[in-house]
Nanobody, 120 residues
Framework: QLQLVESGGGLVQPGGSLRLSCAAS????????MGWYRQSPGKQRELVAS???????EYVDSVKGRFTISRDNAKNTVYLQMNSVKPEDTAVYYC??????????????WGQGTQVTVSS
């Protein structure tokens, strides 16, 4: 079954750190872009960071210098290291991947979401 499984969310104090992980599994031939999105109540889902299979990075301005996205292609896993977190980082974080299946078709899949709460 093709799926993304996220882990690592939770409660963290302002200024603290948290690391999110997301592992893809299923009939995967390759994965191009993997990314993290977030959505807080009353707001649209936004792209936080993304990384291509070649290592090209993209970040939303509000997290530049604080968050780092990385991936392990051999494990089909993407990570989001969150440092110096702020209350406004509170949201449900979703993993996303553009997958090429062994059938050679393409599909975009989403994780189930993991809650990150920044509060003292």
């Amino acid at each position: 079954q093709l799926q993304l499984v996220e882990s690592g969310g939770g409660l963290v104090q302002p200024g603290g750190s948290l690391r999110l992980s997301c592992a893809a599994s299923g009939c995967i031939f390759s994965i191009n872009i993997m990314g993290w999105y977030r959505q807080s109540p009353g707001k649209q889902r936004e792209l936080v960071a993304s990384i291509t299979s070649g290592g090209r990075l993209e970040y939303v301005d509000s997290v530049k210098g604080r968050f780092t996205i990385s991936r392990d292609n051999a494990k089909n896993t993407v990570y989001l290291q969150m440092n110096s977190v702020k209350p406004e980082d509170t949201a449900v974080y979703y993993c996303n991947a553009d997958v090429r299946l062994v059938s050679r078709s393409y599909v975009t899949i989403w994780g189930q979401g993991t809650q990150v709460t920044v509060s003292s």
